[in-house]
Protein backbone atom coordinates (compact mmCIF):
# COMPACT_ATOMS: atom_id res chain seq x y z
CA UNK A 1 0.00 0.00 0.00
CA UNK A 2 1.22 3.29 -0.96
CA UNK A 3 2.11 6.00 1.48
CA UNK A 4 -0.79 8.42 -0.65
CA UNK A 5 -3.27 5.50 0.33
CA UNK A 6 -2.46 4.56 3.57
CA UNK A 7 -2.48 8.85 4.75
CA UNK A 8 -5.96 8.86 3.09
CA UNK A 9 -7.15 5.31 4.92
CA UNK A 10 -5.57 7.09 8.10
CA UNK A 11 -7.33 10.61 7.37
CA UNK A 12 -10.54 9.06 6.86
CA UNK A 13 -10.35 6.75 10.21
CA UNK A 14 -9.71 9.77 11.86
CA UNK A 15 -12.78 12.08 10.69
CA UNK A 16 -15.00 8.96 11.27
CA UNK A 17 -13.88 8.97 14.79
CA UNK A 18 -14.41 12.44 15.25
CA UNK A 19 -17.69 12.27 13.72
CA UNK A 20 -18.68 9.36 16.01
CA UNK A 21 -17.80 11.30 19.21
CA UNK A 22 -19.37 14.36 17.88
CA UNK A 23 -22.53 12.21 17.34
CA UNK A 24 -22.01 10.98 20.82
CA UNK A 25 -21.63 13.94 22.12
CA UNK A 26 -24.48 15.77 20.60
CA UNK A 27 -27.06 13.05 21.41
CA UNK A 28 -25.81 13.27 24.78
CA UNK A 29 -26.72 17.14 24.90
CA UNK A 30 -29.88 16.60 23.22
CA UNK A 31 -30.85 14.31 25.75
CA UNK A 32 -29.76 16.45 28.34
CA UNK A 33 -31.64 19.09 26.82
CA UNK A 34 -34.73 17.11 26.39
CA UNK A 35 -34.68 15.97 30.37
CA UNK A 36 -33.76 19.84 31.52
CA UNK A 37 -37.08 20.96 28.91
CA UNK A 38 -39.50 18.07 30.95
CA UNK A 39 -38.55 19.62 34.14
CA UNK A 40 -39.42 23.07 33.53
CA UNK A 41 -42.92 24.07 34.24
CA UNK A 42 -45.63 24.29 31.72
CA UNK A 43 -45.87 28.23 32.40
CA UNK A 44 -42.58 28.17 30.23
CA UNK A 45 -43.09 25.52 28.09
CA UNK A 46 -46.52 25.08 27.02
CA UNK A 47 -48.44 28.28 25.96
CA UNK A 48 -52.16 28.74 25.51
CA UNK A 49 -52.87 28.44 21.79
CA UNK A 50 -56.51 29.32 21.50
CA UNK A 51 -55.75 33.11 22.10
CA UNK A 52 -58.80 32.87 24.59
CA UNK A 53 -56.68 32.43 27.57
CA UNK A 54 -58.48 29.45 28.32
CA UNK A 55 -56.04 27.88 30.02
CA UNK A 56 -54.12 30.81 32.01
CA UNK A 57 -54.62 31.24 35.88
CA UNK A 58 -55.25 35.41 37.35
CA UNK A 59 -53.02 36.80 39.75
CA UNK A 60 -55.52 36.60 41.81
CA UNK A 61 -56.02 32.61 41.80
CA UNK A 62 -52.05 31.90 41.25
CA UNK A 63 -51.91 34.94 45.29
CA UNK A 64 -54.40 32.32 46.47
CA UNK A 65 -53.24 29.16 45.57
CA UNK A 66 -49.63 29.96 46.40
CA UNK A 67 -50.67 31.08 49.99
CA UNK A 68 -52.31 27.74 50.19
CA UNK A 69 -51.58 25.57 53.41
CA UNK A 70 -53.80 22.16 53.08
CA UNK A 71 -52.86 19.59 50.92
CA UNK A 72 -55.77 19.56 47.96
CA UNK A 73 -56.15 16.51 45.49
CA UNK A 74 -58.19 17.38 42.24
CA UNK A 75 -59.60 14.39 40.86
CA UNK A 76 -59.98 14.57 37.32
CA UNK A 77 -62.86 11.97 35.65
CA UNK A 78 -61.64 11.05 32.01
CA UNK A 79 -63.08 8.04 30.61
CA UNK A 80 -60.72 5.30 29.08
CA UNK A 81 -57.74 7.83 30.55
CA UNK A 82 -58.61 10.54 27.80
CA UNK A 83 -58.03 13.81 28.50
CA UNK A 84 -58.83 17.22 26.88
CA UNK A 85 -55.43 19.16 26.47
CA UNK A 86 -56.64 22.92 27.37
CA UNK A 87 -58.14 21.62 30.43
CA UNK A 88 -55.05 19.63 31.51
CA UNK A 89 -52.59 22.41 30.68
CA UNK A 90 -54.93 24.81 32.98
CA UNK A 91 -55.20 21.67 35.68
CA UNK A 92 -51.50 21.78 35.37
CA UNK A 93 -51.62 25.72 35.86
CA UNK A 94 -52.93 24.98 39.78
CA UNK A 95 -50.28 22.60 40.40
CA UNK A 96 -47.30 24.88 39.75
CA UNK A 97 -48.93 27.44 41.49
CA UNK A 98 -49.15 26.13 44.74
CA UNK A 99 -47.09 22.82 46.13
CA UNK A 100 -50.43 21.68 47.92
CA UNK A 101 -51.89 20.94 44.76
CA UNK A 102 -52.33 17.57 43.17
CA UNK A 103 -54.32 16.53 39.77
CA UNK A 104 -54.46 12.73 39.59
CA UNK A 105 -56.61 11.72 36.49
CA UNK A 106 -59.48 8.67 37.10
CA UNK A 107 -60.99 6.24 34.91
CA UNK A 108 -64.38 5.80 36.07
CA UNK A 109 -64.05 2.36 33.51
CA UNK A 110 -61.17 1.09 35.45
CA UNK A 111 -62.12 2.36 38.44
CA UNK A 112 -65.92 1.89 38.82
CA UNK A 113 -66.64 2.75 42.31
CA UNK A 114 -64.65 5.76 43.02
CA UNK A 115 -67.06 8.21 42.52
CA UNK A 116 -69.54 6.42 44.55
CA UNK A 117 -68.48 7.94 47.79
CA UNK A 118 -68.90 11.49 46.44
CA UNK A 119 -71.90 11.34 44.57
CA UNK A 120 -75.46 9.17 44.77
CA UNK A 121 -75.31 9.63 41.02
CA UNK A 122 -73.38 9.20 38.02
CA UNK A 123 -70.32 11.73 37.76
CA UNK A 124 -70.13 12.62 33.94
CA UNK A 125 -67.03 12.58 32.15
CA UNK A 126 -64.53 15.14 32.65
CA UNK A 127 -66.01 16.35 35.88
CA UNK A 128 -63.90 17.31 38.39
CA UNK A 129 -63.93 16.30 41.89
CA UNK A 130 -61.80 18.47 44.68
CA UNK A 131 -61.16 16.87 47.95
CA UNK A 132 -58.97 18.13 51.23
CA UNK A 133 -59.02 16.28 54.49
CA UNK A 134 -62.13 18.45 55.25
CA UNK A 135 -64.91 18.33 52.83
CA UNK A 136 -64.84 17.33 49.49
CA UNK A 137 -67.25 19.19 46.30
CA UNK A 138 -67.99 18.37 42.81
CA UNK A 139 -67.87 20.63 40.05
CA UNK A 140 -69.74 18.87 36.96
CA UNK A 141 -68.52 19.73 33.68
CA UNK A 142 -71.43 21.39 32.77
CA UNK A 143 -70.82 24.01 35.08
CA UNK A 144 -67.63 24.97 33.58
CA UNK A 145 -69.43 26.97 31.36
CA UNK A 146 -72.01 29.94 31.59
CA UNK A 147 -75.05 29.54 28.42
CA UNK A 148 -77.17 31.41 26.96
CA UNK A 149 -80.81 30.60 25.04
CA UNK A 150 -82.10 32.38 21.69
CA UNK A 151 -85.49 31.25 22.46
CA UNK A 152 -85.28 33.13 25.63
CA UNK A 153 -83.72 36.32 23.82
CA UNK A 154 -86.44 36.18 21.44
CA UNK A 155 -89.28 35.86 23.24
CA UNK A 156 -88.23 38.77 25.90
CA UNK A 157 -87.66 41.26 22.63
CA UNK A 158 -91.59 40.61 21.87
CA UNK A 159 -92.36 40.51 25.36
CA UNK A 160 -90.27 42.35 27.72
CA UNK A 161 -92.90 43.68 29.96
CA UNK A 162 -93.89 39.69 30.63
CA UNK A 163 -89.99 38.18 31.41
CA UNK A 164 -87.36 39.36 33.70
CA UNK A 165 -84.39 40.37 31.72
CA UNK A 166 -82.40 37.99 33.31
CA UNK A 167 -83.02 35.51 31.32
CA UNK A 168 -81.43 36.93 27.86
CA UNK A 169 -77.86 36.90 30.03
CA UNK A 170 -75.28 34.48 30.39
CA UNK A 171 -75.98 31.74 33.29
CA UNK A 172 -75.02 28.59 34.66
CA UNK A 173 -76.35 25.43 34.38
CA UNK A 174 -78.34 25.05 37.07
CA UNK A 175 -79.96 28.27 36.60
CA UNK A 176 -80.91 27.57 33.32
CA UNK A 177 -82.51 24.30 33.98
CA UNK A 178 -84.21 26.20 36.37
CA UNK A 179 -85.33 29.03 34.14
CA UNK A 180 -86.27 26.45 31.73
CA UNK A 181 -88.58 24.86 34.10
CA UNK A 182 -90.15 28.40 35.18
CA UNK A 183 -90.75 30.03 32.15
CA UNK A 184 -89.93 26.98 29.58
CA UNK A 185 -94.11 26.97 28.37
CA UNK A 186 -94.47 30.35 28.51
CA UNK A 187 -91.54 31.14 26.07
CA UNK A 188 -93.12 28.57 24.07
CA UNK A 189 -96.71 30.35 23.99
CA UNK A 190 -94.97 33.81 23.23
CA UNK A 191 -93.06 32.19 20.48
CA UNK A 192 -95.97 30.40 18.99
CA UNK A 193 -97.88 34.08 18.86
CA UNK A 194 -94.97 35.20 16.64
CA UNK A 195 -95.20 32.22 14.22
CA UNK A 196 -92.88 30.10 15.80
CA UNK A 197 -94.14 26.67 16.84
CA UNK A 198 -92.66 24.52 19.59
CA UNK A 199 -93.15 23.76 23.00
CA UNK A 200 -91.61 23.76 26.73
CA UNK A 201 -89.21 20.79 26.05
CA UNK A 202 -87.91 22.27 22.75
CA UNK A 203 -86.59 25.44 24.42
CA UNK A 204 -83.37 23.63 25.56
CA UNK A 205 -82.36 22.75 22.35
CA UNK A 206 -81.58 26.59 21.50
CA UNK A 207 -79.17 26.75 24.09
CA UNK A 208 -75.36 27.91 23.68
CA UNK A 209 -72.46 28.15 25.19
CA UNK A 210 -71.21 31.73 25.90
CA UNK A 211 -68.05 31.84 28.57
CA UNK A 212 -65.90 29.36 30.60
CA UNK A 213 -65.48 30.25 33.98
CA UNK A 214 -63.59 26.88 35.13
CA UNK A 215 -61.15 29.16 36.55
CA UNK A 216 -63.18 30.59 38.97
CA UNK A 217 -65.73 27.31 39.80
CA UNK A 218 -62.22 25.61 40.57
CA UNK A 219 -60.83 28.06 42.57
CA UNK A 220 -63.70 28.66 44.42
CA UNK A 221 -63.83 25.13 44.83
CA UNK A 222 -60.07 25.42 46.52
CA UNK A 223 -61.71 27.99 49.21
CA UNK A 224 -64.73 25.71 49.70
CA UNK A 225 -62.48 22.96 50.84
CA UNK A 226 -60.31 24.36 52.75
CA UNK A 227 -61.85 26.89 54.78
CA UNK A 228 -61.83 26.36 58.55
CA UNK A 229 -65.35 26.02 58.61
CA UNK A 230 -68.93 26.48 56.27
CA UNK A 231 -72.21 27.99 57.48
CA UNK A 232 -74.98 26.39 57.91
CA UNK A 233 -78.93 26.29 58.22
CA UNK A 234 -80.24 25.35 60.91
CA UNK A 235 -84.16 24.51 61.69
CA UNK A 236 -84.70 24.32 65.79
CA UNK A 237 -86.93 21.42 66.59
CA UNK A 238 -88.53 20.65 69.59
CA UNK A 239 -90.97 23.28 69.41
CA UNK A 240 -93.81 21.09 67.62
CA UNK A 241 -94.44 18.97 65.04
CA UNK A 242 -94.08 21.59 62.07
CA UNK A 243 -91.22 21.18 59.96
CA UNK A 244 -90.54 22.70 56.37
CA UNK A 245 -91.58 20.65 53.60
CA UNK A 246 -90.06 18.29 51.51
CA UNK A 247 -90.20 20.75 48.13
CA UNK A 248 -88.90 23.38 50.71
CA UNK A 249 -85.69 21.42 51.56
CA UNK A 250 -85.06 20.39 48.17
CA UNK A 251 -85.33 24.22 47.05
CA UNK A 252 -82.60 25.02 49.67
CA UNK A 253 -80.75 22.17 48.74
CA UNK A 254 -80.72 23.28 44.82
CA UNK A 255 -79.42 26.53 46.22
CA UNK A 256 -76.45 24.81 48.02
CA UNK A 257 -78.04 25.96 51.29
CA UNK A 258 -76.98 22.88 54.12
CA UNK A 259 -80.14 22.91 56.43
CA UNK A 260 -79.24 20.80 59.62
CA UNK A 261 -81.97 20.47 62.66
CA UNK A 262 -80.96 21.87 66.06
CA UNK A 263 -82.64 20.96 69.27
CA UNK A 264 -81.89 24.10 71.54
CA UNK A 265 -83.23 22.17 74.72
CA UNK A 266 -80.34 19.25 74.25
CA UNK A 267 -77.67 20.78 72.42
CA UNK A 268 -76.15 22.73 74.43
CA UNK A 269 -75.78 25.84 72.75
CA UNK A 270 -75.89 26.98 68.84
CA UNK A 271 -72.98 26.09 66.91
CA UNK A 272 -70.25 28.28 65.52
CA UNK A 273 -70.87 28.03 61.99
CA UNK A 274 -74.38 28.65 62.57
CA UNK A 275 -75.37 31.00 59.29
CA UNK A 276 -79.13 31.55 60.27
CA UNK A 277 -81.56 29.65 62.52
CA UNK A 278 -84.72 28.57 60.90
CA UNK A 279 -88.15 28.84 63.70
CA UNK A 280 -90.53 27.29 61.15
CA UNK A 281 -94.12 27.64 62.28
CA UNK A 282 -93.19 26.82 66.27
CA UNK A 283 -96.14 24.99 68.04
CA UNK A 284 -95.10 26.50 71.88
CA UNK A 285 -93.20 29.19 73.17
CA UNK A 286 -89.22 29.30 74.05
CA UNK A 287 -88.53 28.74 77.43
CA UNK A 288 -86.53 31.61 78.48
CA UNK A 289 -83.01 29.44 78.44
CA UNK A 290 -83.82 28.90 74.24
CA UNK A 291 -84.80 32.61 73.76
CA UNK A 292 -80.92 33.85 75.93
CA UNK A 293 -79.44 31.72 73.17
CA UNK A 294 -81.11 33.08 70.38
CA UNK A 295 -80.97 36.50 71.86
CA UNK A 296 -77.17 36.13 71.93
CA UNK A 297 -76.34 34.59 68.87
CA UNK A 298 -77.94 37.30 67.16
CA UNK A 299 -76.07 40.01 69.39
CA UNK A 300 -73.09 38.64 67.68
CA UNK A 301 -73.94 38.71 64.19
CA UNK A 302 -76.27 36.08 63.99
CA UNK A 303 -79.65 35.81 61.79
CA UNK A 304 -83.06 34.67 62.74
CA UNK A 305 -85.76 32.84 60.15
CA UNK A 306 -89.19 33.04 61.75
CA UNK A 307 -93.00 31.73 60.54
CA UNK A 308 -95.76 31.99 62.86
CA UNK A 309 -99.42 31.54 63.37
CA UNK A 310 -101.72 33.94 65.13
CA UNK A 311 -103.02 31.67 67.86
CA UNK A 312 -98.95 31.40 68.68
CA UNK A 313 -97.80 34.75 68.25
CA UNK A 314 -100.48 36.06 71.12
CA UNK A 315 -99.11 33.19 73.55
CA UNK A 316 -95.59 33.49 73.11
CA UNK A 317 -93.73 36.18 75.67
CA UNK A 318 -90.61 34.63 75.44
CA UNK A 319 -90.81 34.74 71.79
CA UNK A 320 -91.68 38.09 71.72
CA UNK A 321 -88.91 38.96 73.85
CA UNK A 322 -86.11 38.35 71.05
CA UNK A 323 -88.32 40.35 68.21
CA UNK A 324 -88.20 42.92 70.70
CA UNK A 325 -84.59 43.55 70.62
CA UNK A 326 -85.21 44.61 66.81
CA UNK A 327 -88.46 46.95 67.55
CA UNK A 328 -91.09 44.23 66.40
CA UNK A 329 -93.56 42.84 68.09
CA UNK A 330 -96.43 40.16 67.68
CA UNK A 331 -99.59 41.76 67.21
CA UNK A 332 -103.01 39.74 68.52
CA UNK A 333 -105.84 38.78 66.04
CA UNK A 334 -106.64 37.52 62.35
CA UNK A 335 -105.53 39.96 59.54
CA UNK A 336 -108.59 40.31 57.44
CA UNK A 337 -108.19 41.76 54.12
CA UNK A 338 -111.21 44.21 52.46
CA UNK A 339 -110.05 44.75 49.43
CA UNK A 340 -110.82 41.85 47.10
CA UNK A 341 -107.66 42.55 44.75
CA UNK A 342 -105.77 41.52 47.49
CA UNK A 343 -107.26 38.52 48.46
CA UNK A 344 -107.67 34.57 46.71
CA UNK A 345 -110.82 33.00 48.01
CA UNK A 346 -111.02 34.47 51.55
CA UNK A 347 -110.87 37.32 52.87
CA UNK A 348 -107.76 35.37 55.49
CA UNK A 349 -105.77 34.43 52.56
CA UNK A 350 -103.71 37.38 51.43
CA UNK A 351 -102.31 38.30 48.31
CA UNK A 352 -100.23 41.52 49.59
CA UNK A 353 -98.02 44.25 48.05
CA UNK A 354 -94.70 43.49 47.59
CA UNK A 355 -91.96 45.60 48.47
CA UNK A 356 -89.20 45.89 45.84
CA UNK A 357 -86.89 47.73 48.68
CA UNK A 358 -85.42 44.65 50.11
CA UNK A 359 -82.82 42.57 47.29
CA UNK A 360 -85.13 39.01 48.33
CA UNK A 361 -87.96 40.12 47.31
CA UNK A 362 -87.13 42.50 44.28
CA UNK A 363 -85.22 39.02 42.88
CA UNK A 364 -88.65 36.82 43.63
CA UNK A 365 -91.06 39.41 41.77
CA UNK A 366 -88.69 40.03 38.83
CA UNK A 367 -90.35 36.78 38.06
CA UNK A 368 -93.63 37.70 37.98
CA UNK A 369 -94.10 35.76 41.49
CA UNK A 370 -96.78 36.79 43.26
CA UNK A 371 -96.87 35.34 47.90
CA UNK A 372 -100.21 34.36 49.11
CA UNK A 373 -100.42 34.18 52.67
CA UNK A 374 -103.09 32.18 54.43
CA UNK A 375 -104.27 33.25 58.13
CA UNK A 376 -102.02 36.03 58.82
CA UNK A 377 -101.45 38.01 62.01
CA UNK A 378 -99.91 41.21 62.27
CA UNK A 379 -96.12 42.48 62.96
CA UNK A 380 -95.74 45.70 64.74
CA UNK A 381 -93.12 47.92 64.70
CA UNK A 382 -92.25 50.60 67.12
CA UNK A 383 -92.34 53.84 66.43
CA UNK A 384 -88.75 54.62 68.08
CA UNK A 385 -86.50 51.53 66.72
CA UNK A 386 -83.59 50.54 68.76
CA UNK A 387 -79.80 51.96 68.31
CA UNK A 388 -78.56 50.38 64.97
CA UNK A 389 -82.14 48.67 64.07
CA UNK A 390 -83.51 49.14 60.63
CA UNK A 391 -87.19 47.39 59.48
CA UNK A 392 -87.83 47.35 55.67
CA UNK A 393 -91.57 46.27 55.06
CA UNK A 394 -91.56 42.83 52.73
CA UNK A 395 -95.35 42.45 52.12
CA UNK A 396 -98.17 44.79 53.00
CA UNK A 397 -101.87 44.93 53.46
CA UNK A 398 -104.40 47.11 51.42
CA UNK A 399 -105.68 50.51 53.69
CA UNK A 400 -108.84 48.22 54.29
CA UNK A 401 -107.92 45.57 55.98
CA UNK A 402 -108.22 44.83 59.61
CA UNK A 403 -107.58 42.84 62.45
CA UNK A 404 -110.24 40.47 64.04
CA UNK A 405 -110.32 37.95 66.54
CA UNK A 406 -109.52 34.57 66.19
CA UNK A 407 -112.66 33.05 66.12
CA UNK A 408 -113.62 36.09 63.45
CA UNK A 409 -116.29 37.39 65.62
CA UNK A 410 -114.86 40.95 67.05
CA UNK A 411 -113.46 43.48 64.98
CA UNK A 412 -110.07 44.59 66.75
CA UNK A 413 -108.74 47.55 65.09
CA UNK A 414 -109.83 49.99 62.43
CA UNK A 415 -109.14 50.05 58.41
CA UNK A 416 -105.55 50.14 57.50
CA UNK A 417 -102.42 49.00 55.79
CA UNK A 418 -100.63 46.16 58.18
CA UNK A 419 -97.56 44.24 57.66
CA UNK A 420 -97.59 40.60 57.10
CA UNK A 421 -93.81 40.63 56.66
CA UNK A 422 -90.80 42.16 57.67
CA UNK A 423 -87.27 42.33 57.56
CA UNK A 424 -85.05 43.72 60.21
CA UNK A 425 -80.96 44.12 60.79
CA UNK A 426 -79.33 45.14 63.91
CA UNK A 427 -75.52 46.52 64.15
CA UNK A 428 -73.73 44.71 66.77
CA UNK A 429 -70.59 43.88 67.53
CA UNK A 430 -69.12 40.47 67.79
CA UNK A 431 -67.07 38.43 70.65
CA UNK A 432 -63.68 39.53 68.52
CA UNK A 433 -65.06 43.29 68.76
CA UNK A 434 -66.05 43.58 64.67
CA UNK A 435 -68.78 45.03 63.48
CA UNK A 436 -71.52 42.51 62.69
CA UNK A 437 -75.49 42.57 61.45
CA UNK A 438 -78.08 40.81 63.08
CA UNK A 439 -80.81 39.88 61.05
CA UNK A 440 -84.19 38.76 61.41
CA UNK A 441 -87.09 38.20 58.94
CA UNK A 442 -90.58 37.21 59.79
CA UNK A 443 -93.30 35.85 57.84
CA UNK A 444 -96.70 36.38 60.15
CA UNK A 445 -98.17 33.06 58.55
CA UNK A 446 -97.60 29.73 59.51
CA UNK A 447 -98.93 28.05 56.55
CA UNK A 448 -97.56 30.05 54.23
CA UNK A 449 -94.76 27.48 53.22
CA UNK A 450 -96.94 24.66 52.90
CA UNK A 451 -96.78 22.96 49.32
CA UNK A 452 -100.56 23.89 49.41
CA UNK A 453 -100.02 27.36 49.41
CA UNK A 454 -97.16 27.78 47.12
CA UNK A 455 -98.99 25.93 44.68
CA UNK A 456 -101.94 28.62 44.87
CA UNK A 457 -98.85 30.89 44.40
CA UNK A 458 -97.13 29.10 41.30
CA UNK A 459 -93.94 28.26 43.90
CA UNK A 460 -94.11 31.89 44.42
CA UNK A 461 -93.96 31.17 48.56
CA UNK A 462 -90.82 29.19 48.41
CA UNK A 463 -89.13 31.43 46.08
CA UNK A 464 -89.15 34.13 48.72
CA UNK A 465 -88.41 32.14 51.65
CA UNK A 466 -85.43 30.30 49.62
CA UNK A 467 -84.05 33.71 48.81
CA UNK A 468 -84.49 35.92 52.35
CA UNK A 469 -83.06 32.48 53.52
CA UNK A 470 -79.94 32.40 51.01
CA UNK A 471 -79.23 35.93 52.20
CA UNK A 472 -79.42 35.61 55.61
CA UNK A 473 -77.60 32.61 55.63
CA UNK A 474 -74.39 33.72 54.70
CA UNK A 475 -74.54 30.26 52.19
CA UNK A 476 -70.62 30.11 51.28
CA UNK A 477 -69.86 32.18 48.60
CA UNK A 478 -66.40 32.48 47.78
CA UNK A 479 -64.86 35.88 46.59
CA UNK A 480 -63.22 33.65 43.99
CA UNK A 481 -66.98 33.26 42.12
CA UNK A 482 -66.69 36.65 39.96
CA UNK A 483 -63.40 36.02 38.31
CA UNK A 484 -63.86 36.65 34.71
CA UNK A 485 -65.09 34.32 32.91
CA UNK A 486 -63.15 33.78 29.45
CA UNK A 487 -66.09 34.59 26.38
CA UNK A 488 -66.19 31.66 24.00
CA UNK A 489 -68.28 34.52 21.48
CA UNK A 490 -67.42 34.65 17.91
CA UNK A 491 -65.63 37.65 18.19
CA UNK A 492 -63.18 35.78 20.01
CA UNK A 493 -63.09 32.70 17.72
CA UNK A 494 -61.72 34.99 14.92
CA UNK A 495 -58.90 35.91 17.30
CA UNK A 496 -58.36 32.74 17.93
CA UNK A 497 -58.52 31.18 14.22
CA UNK A 498 -56.38 34.51 13.69
CA UNK A 499 -53.65 33.09 16.02
CA UNK A 500 -53.34 29.82 14.96
CA UNK A 501 -52.74 31.16 11.20
CA UNK A 502 -49.95 33.25 12.50
CA UNK A 503 -48.68 30.09 14.54
CA UNK A 504 -48.89 27.96 11.49
CA UNK A 505 -47.16 30.15 9.43
CA UNK A 506 -44.31 30.43 11.33
CA UNK A 507 -44.01 26.67 12.12
CA UNK A 508 -44.94 25.39 8.50
CA UNK A 509 -42.73 27.91 6.20
CA UNK A 510 -41.02 30.64 8.44
CA UNK A 511 -38.70 28.23 10.39
CA UNK A 512 -38.40 26.03 7.91
CA UNK A 513 -37.44 28.44 4.83
CA UNK A 514 -34.92 30.06 7.55
CA UNK A 515 -33.35 26.29 7.69
CA UNK A 516 -33.04 25.57 4.05
CA UNK A 517 -31.81 29.12 3.18
CA UNK A 518 -28.79 28.78 5.90
CA UNK A 519 -28.13 25.01 4.04
CA UNK A 520 -27.59 25.91 0.70
CA UNK A 521 -25.30 28.94 1.98
CA UNK A 522 -23.12 26.24 3.92
CA UNK A 523 -23.46 23.57 0.79
CA UNK A 524 -22.17 26.43 -1.26
CA UNK A 525 -19.76 27.60 0.50
CA UNK A 526 -18.66 24.07 0.87
CA UNK A 527 -18.58 23.91 -2.77
CA UNK A 528 -16.44 26.63 -3.38
CA UNK A 529 -13.73 25.14 -1.21
Not at 33 to 48: E, H, M, R, S, V
Not at 297 to 302: E, F, I, P, R, V
Not at 473 to 486: A, G, I, K, Q, R
Amino acid sequence: MSNSALFRMKRSVKIGTYSFIMGVILLALLIVANLLAGALPAKITQFDTSGLGMTEISDETGKFVSGMTEDVTVYWICEDGVVDEQFRLLLSRYEEAGKHITVKVVDPLAEPTFTAKYSDTAISDYSIIVESARRFTVLDFADLYYYTNTAFLAAYQAFPQYLPADLTMPMSAAALQSAVSQYGAMVAYMLSAQGVNMTADDISRYTSIHSFCAEAKLTSALDYVTREYIPHGYILTGLGDAAPSETMIELLDTMGLDIQSLDLSTSGGIPADAGCLMLYSPKRDLTPHEASLITTYLNQGGSLMLNTSPEVAESCPNLNSVVATFGLSARKGLVQEGDTSFISGSQYTLVPTVSTQHTATAYVTSGGFKPQLPNCHAIGVAEKLPEGVGVTPLFTTSDKATLVSLDKVTTLTEAGKLQVAVAATKSVAAADGTAKTAELTWFASANAFTDTAAEGSKGGNYYFYAAAMSLMNESFVSPYDDLTPVSLQVESLAVEAGAGWILAGVTVILIPAALLTVGIVIWVKRKRR
